[in-house]
């Protein structure tokens, strides 16, 4: 079983084998939640923008949903992404096609740690170990892998990028993969990902810094500073919009969806429920902190040994560390919310810390007194995980006891004794294979104990939609609908069979290729909000159909006029009667059923983008208009000068040539223009440029001559010839740091 090419195979089947057993307790397992109110209806439109070659940063017609550069997931820069979308556009199924997408970046995760725990010195089996249990691990099977695709996506590429990453560093490996593979890590637009992805570069600095070895020093500067300049081009926009956003930037803790010692310390339980907020209630019900069942075994572990071996692998340390504290911040730490979130990176440092602890630590003599210590330490997660959800007493008796099981034959194998039942023979067969068994073992007892775990929990905590799974049963809403749709209210009981029949939600919106302004947003604009209580997956308020037909103070239009919108489709079940049964003036019932009503303007208006409105004595002929601008003649306007809106949300970055961008937005959330009377009879162009473009710019400048010149320097490298300083510098390039003995 030593075959460079026979572990890695085993943990690719051992991933794709356990993260198929919650498919047979819940088919939908790995399309639930934002999954189906965000990803896939994302997916479906970066897939349209792709083959239709639209590469326009904002979308004016799903407003507050509409910055896709803010929104931070969108794809704009992530090819990885790219071929997703494509693949959402043409599958014909949802369901089937996420749970493919899921299972793929298990898999790619999986192998990642695998190749990361073999490049700190993890024996083979204990690497395929700790590479299985990675991301089948509590918080990624349950909440990542079920809904948070983008996290469940980008945390993928973390192990693969920090492996190539040291390759690249320590042993002057060429750094193409890396810089590419932390591209696609960072165009994924998951800011946390990104945070740990800083983290690991910075500990590898501190690992060159360690090694005394100035090439291994440069290449890890020159590496960060590359990845960090695509960072800088993805998450800046972001930044500068966000005080604009509804997104809080405070320091506080409401408790949800925080992180406490005796959850951590009960991590080694595969069932059960830790004591965490959680949206619905008290308790997730669902074993969000499981890391893996043998963390008992490293009371098997020297730690001096171990913290010798730590000293050359200070990463992992650091990683460590990193993670711990934010699994443990406050509720909302500024642009953070929910430290839990942060649970997959403590996993992966665990994780690698016991495969170096197992591989290379191992006490001499396994004592029996370190066998009570595991035995305790099994217990004792046991006993949390029960002081938490006693509910789950059947099965937690159940798990404790092959837990149990499991260690104490890992205590006799590892500790050279003999097997019960097989006699004292067995230590003799077992003579040199005691790792390989047990780590074996191990695999398998990983697996076997997801079936426990799914009869206890069988589905995420996050809700379920239920939303159709064929792709084509999202295309026959608002067929009789025109122009600019907005949606008042949301499906009130998503359990009716035939609740998706007329009305959708979120991101699904998009796969009607209707222009709804009802999409799913992680951002907020916080005047809009306020106008339509819209959520951030799209469901309003009841009240919204009135307030849609009120005039608003500053321009004394509604905001039906002046958001563009030409049909209104109401969810009955929540808007009063007494308000949907109104039908304005101007406005024809089109579709009208139990459960919905769709009315229509007589005369249909353009979309979302244009001019709206303009101030008195100030008219303006529009001559261009699309997603990322207008440009306007200036027709007529008074002695004082004059002012006109357009039906766009004013974020960052909005550019006026011939005009200047409002100080306040008009009506609260419109983009106003100031223009002066001197542009009688000129042009007004609003653009729009991605807030902080110059440093993106030079940050994009900086990550090309890195990508390009690297390689080059590397290649020059392997001149024999020359003794020029380039060639010198060249040549250092391409040597490794001294070995790390272990």
Known sequence: MQSKIVWPMLVVVAVLAGASIPLFFDPGFYYVDDSQSGAFGQWYEIGRRVLDLDWSLVNP??????????????????????????????????????????????????????????????????????????????????MDAPSWANGLMAWSFLPLTWVLARRAVLQAKSPVL????????????????????????GALIFEAFLTKHR??????????????????????????????????????????????????????????????????????????????WF???????????????????????????????????????????????????????????????????????????????AGAMV??????????????????LV????????????YLILGDRPLPVLGSNSSGWLAGRGVTTVALAGIAVT?????????????????????????????QQLENAEGDVIVVGGVADTNDADAWDETLVGNLWYVTEEDVQNAYSAVYYSPYNSLTCMSYNGSTCGGLYDRLFEEMPETGLTPVDLMGISSVQVVKGIVPKKDWSVVPEGWHIVDDTEKTRLIVRDEPV?????????????????????????TFRVDAIGDDGGQVALSRIPWPGYQADGGTISADPVDTFLLGVDIDASQLGKTVTVSYYAPGYPLQFAAAILLLLILLGWPLLRLIGRRRDGAGRVVRVARASRVPAPEVSV
């Open 178 to 201: 890396p810089i590419l593979s932390g591209i696609a890590l960072v165009g994924i637009g998951y800011a946390h990902a990104t945070i740990f992805l800083a983290i690991t570069l």
């Open 447 to 475: 697996l076997v104990l997801l079936v426990p775990q799914h009869v206890a929990s069988p589905s995420s905590p996050l809700p379920d939609y239920s939303v159709p799974n064929d792709v084509s049963d999202y295309q």
């Open 61 to 142: 017609r799903v407003w507050q949903s509409g910055n896709y550069l803010a929104e931070g997931a969108w794809g704009i820069l992530s090819p990885v992404l790219w071929v997703v979308g494509i693949g959402a556009h043409l599958t014909g199924s949802a369901l089937i096609f996420s749970t493919v997408i899921k299972l793929l970046c298990l898999l790619l995760g999986g192998v990642g740690v695998y190749a990361l725990a073999r490049n700190f010195g993890v024996l083979r089996p204990w690497a395929a170990l700790v590479a299985v249990a990675a991301p089948l691990a509590g918080f990624t099977l349950y």
């Open 399 to 410: 798990v404790t006891t092959v837990i149990l099981v499991a260690v104490w034959l890992s």
């Open 215 to 292: 090439p291994s020093i440069i290449r890890a500067f020159a590496l960060a500073t590359a990845l960090g300049s695509f960072a800088v081009i993805v998450h800046l926009p972001g930044l500068l919009t966000a005080p604009v956003t509804g997104r809080t930037s405070e320091i506080l803790n409401t408790d949800l969806l925080t992180v406490n010692l005796s959850g951590l310390f009960a991590s080694s339980t595969p069932v059960g429920t830790p004591g965490i907020l959680f949206f619905s209630g008290q308790f997730p019900y669902a074993p969000l902190l499981y890391i893996a």
């Open 295 to 373: 963390l008992p075994l490293l009371a098997f572990v020297d730690l001096h040994r171990l913290r010798v071996l730590l000293r050359s692998r200070r990463s992992i340390v650091v990683v460590f560390v990193a993670a711990l504290i934010g699994v443990l911040l406050p509720s909302d730490f500024g642009a953070l919310r929910f430290p839990v979130r942060m649970m997959p990176y403590l996993t992966l440092a665990v994780l690698l810390l016991v495969g170096v602890a197992l591989s290379h630590a191992l006490a001499t003599v396994l004592t029996r007194n370190r066998f009570l210590v």
């Open 379 to 396: 217990l004792g997660s046991a006993a949390l995980t029960y002081a938490s959800g006693p509910q789950y007493i059947k099965v937690l």
């Open 606 to 630: 353009a979309g979302a983008g244009s001019v709206v409105w303009s101030s008195e004595g100030t008219e303006v002929t529009v001559l261009h208009e699309d997603a990322m601008g207008v």
